[in-house]
């Protein structure tokens, strides 16, 4: 198995001198089994890219496998843009977690009603099909079995402990760490005062996410902050490098990918993130790698950087 | 007046380093008078690059007033808006200004649908720090915004329309005709031609290069040629060329300026993500 990063970037693209080397588009990542199978994690902007390359494909897969951690904007812009999405005879299944009491179908197909986006869903040529995921209810897509994991972020995510070929690889972006705050389906202007229960359920939502990633050869992980921007928005629902660090250490895993990297972090700055990483990572024995808009990565048997 | 121009990319963002000279970011257009009153149109990605110089003045201290127009509500043009920092300080008065969609939707409830608790944490406009006014326009009405004059007029694009604006400030017109497209490029309709009509520089969508564009005949948007005929039936003295495609790099866009050029007296380029134009 492999995967490989369209995607990158948090909130919203960034175009620009300062984002060349690591790109400027938002999540997105596409994941191949040793026999051609192709999963896509995340809808973000760098969709548009994995989907021109798709379509020139020799044998273009017609039926697409979506995992979505939810639809922020910067997770779902990519999708009217994803050019298989134009082909007749394709066909697009979307999993995602229902949050709110709205269908799936409402929610995506939201993104590309009338005031927005010059083609509804329903007359692209390609089929979607929506599925509901929920937190521990793992289930198989061709060679890829799929665990889905609750995460702290506002109004609810999923990340994605996903095994093929022998090995196995997570996403687990965005996400909170698991004190200071639990998210909950309000909006948050600072920190709230945790009750009993909240506290009862960020312990066990950590356990959970621990337990799952256990063993896992590489965890890409949403390490939007810096630990003195995370101390001034603690409540916008993302972590620092620092903080998967210490999930990882604890799941005994491999290898963490930086990801979901926040829009003002230029290349200059994100060189010397992966340095200290690296160097922080390797004092607790786990291989720290920054990810970058096009860089794919081999799971399981150590492999070089393609 | 200065016209500094914050994304010029239609459509989608697009980074890398073939978007470098023109820029991927979306649409974005801000203008100032000699006396320093500004006005915004558009809030693409190219939005939040502005705000970023804002903060450092009285919006970061809570004291700015903006007026933003809007030509319409098609992501590409309101991208921006949950990652407008201005919006989220205490004190600052910003002002969106457009029409109501077709669709039947109010202006505000489709601001509303970008802001839904499913798309954005903000969870809608009441959560915004900032004093945020929305106010519904009706195309062809002349608008009050301090400084600045301002008609209006709705021009067709693809199954909806945008509203098109010619702005008047220091004895200097601007007028932006974004998202357009018309039956014919050869023939523009006349609200086009009198939104221009002597205007010292035409914004106008050029999303297709000309051989282009043939195979994306209604799509919405418009081939070079089309604002080289608006400028010149209008006698605007300046072509911008703006809303470049998402495909196109700044190769293509050289060769499509040079194109362009050598077809019109009127002088033409193609908006530059970053630069900035007093007229
Ligand atoms: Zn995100
Ligand atoms: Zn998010
Ligand atoms: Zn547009």
């Known amino acids: 198995m492999q995967i490989t990063f369209w995607g990158v970037r948090g909130s919203y693209p960034v175009p620009g001198a300062a984002t060349v080397r690591y790109g400027g588009q938002t999540s997105c990542v596409e994941a191949r089994s040793a026999g051609g199978d192709c999963l896509i994690v995340d809808a973000g902007t760098g969709m548009r890219a994995l989907g021109n390359k798709l379509v020139r494909e020799a044998n273009a897969p017609m039926h697409h496998h979506v995992l979505l951690s939810h639809v922020h904007w910067d997770h779902i812009q990519g999708l009217p843009f994803f050019s298989p ?10 999993y995602a977690l229902l949050t709110a009491a709205d269908e799936l179908h409402q929610v995506i197909g939201g993104i590309t009603r009338h005031e927005f986006f010059p083609m509804p869903l329903e007359a692209v040529p390609a089929q979607f099909e929506f599925h509901q995921v929920e937190p521990g209810v793992d289930f198989t897509l061709g060679a890829f079995h799929i665990t889905p994991i609750a995460l702290n972020h506002p109004f609810g995510s999923v990340g994605y402990r996903i095994d093929c070929d022998g090995s196995s690889w997570a996403y687990v972006s965005d996400t909170a760490p698991f004190t200071e705050v639990l998210h909950k389906q309000h909006f948050l202007s600072g920190v709230e005062q945790l009750s009993d229960d909240d506290r009862v359920a960020l ?20 390490t939007h902050f810096l630990p003195d921007e995370y101390a001034r928005f603690p409540h916008y629902g993302h972590s620092t490098p620092d903080q998967a660090l210490e999930i990882c250490a604890e799941a005994k895993v491999r290898r963490l990918v930086l990801y979901h990297h926040a829009p003002s972090h230029g290349d200059e700055q994100m060189d010397r993130i992966a340095a200290d990483y690296l160097g922080k990572g390797a004092a607790v024995g786990i291989d720290v790698l920054t990810s970058f808009e096009g860089m794919t990565l081999p799971i399981g048997d150590e492999g070089t950087l393609i | ?41 558009d809030l693409g ?20 007033q903006l007026p933003i127009l809007l030509s319409h509500t098609h992501l590409d043009h309101i991208q921006g808006l949950p990652f407008f920092t201005p919006f989220f300080i205490k004190g600052n ?3 969106i200004l457009g029409a109501n969609p077709i669709s039947g939707l109010s202006l505000e409830a489709t601001l509303q649908n970008q802001l839904a608790p499913h798309y954005s944490p903000l969870n809608g406009l009441e959560n915004l720090a900032a004093g945020v006014s929305i106010e519904t326009i009706q195309p062809g009405a002349a608008l009050e915004v301090p400084g600045f004059e301002i008609e209006t007029g709705a021009v067709p694009h693809g199954s909806m329309w945008t509203t098109a604006y010619r702005i008047t400030a220091d004895g200097k017109t601007v007028a932006y005709l974004s998202d357009v497209e018309y039956p014919s490029y050869e023939d523009p309709l006349e609200v086009a031609l009198s939104l221009a009509r002597g205007a010292d520089l035409l914004i106008h969508d050029a999303m297709h290069a000309d051989h282009d564009y043939e195979l994306r005949r209604g799509w919405g948007h ?13 006698g605007a003295k300046k072509l911008a060329l703006f809303h470049h495609s998402p495909d196109a790099t700044d190769d293509m866009i050289d060769e499509v300026v040079a194109r362009t050029t050598a077809r019109t007296a009127v002088p033409v380029f193609a908006a530059a993500e970053g630069s900035y134009l007093d007229v």
Do not use: C, H
Not at chain 1, 85 to 94: C, L, N, Q, R
Not at chain 1, 209 to 220: N, P
Not at chain 2, 2 to 14: C, K, Q, Y
């Open chain 1, 85 to 94: 999405a134009y082909v007749p005879g394709t066909k697009i299944s979307v």
């Open chain 2, 1 to 41: 007046m200065r016209i500094r121009f914050w994304g010029v990319r239609g459509s989608f963002a697009m980074s890398g380093r073939d978007f470098l000279r023109y820029g991927g970011n979306t649409t974005s257009v801000e203008l100032v008078t000699a006396a320093g009153e500004r006005l915004l149109i």
């Open chain 2, 45 to 64: 990605t190219g939005a939040t690059e502005l705000a970023k110089t804002l903060m450092g003045g009285e919006f970061g201290k809570g004291q700015g």
């Open chain 1, 203 to 222: 312990a066990a939502m950590r356990e959970a996410l621990v337990r799952r990633l256990a063993g896992v050869d590489t965890v890409v992980y949403d």
């Open chain 2, 93 to 95: 008065q910003i002002r």
């Open chain 2, 222 to 234: 418009s081939p070079a040629a089309a604002g080289v005929v608006v400028a010149e039936r209008a």
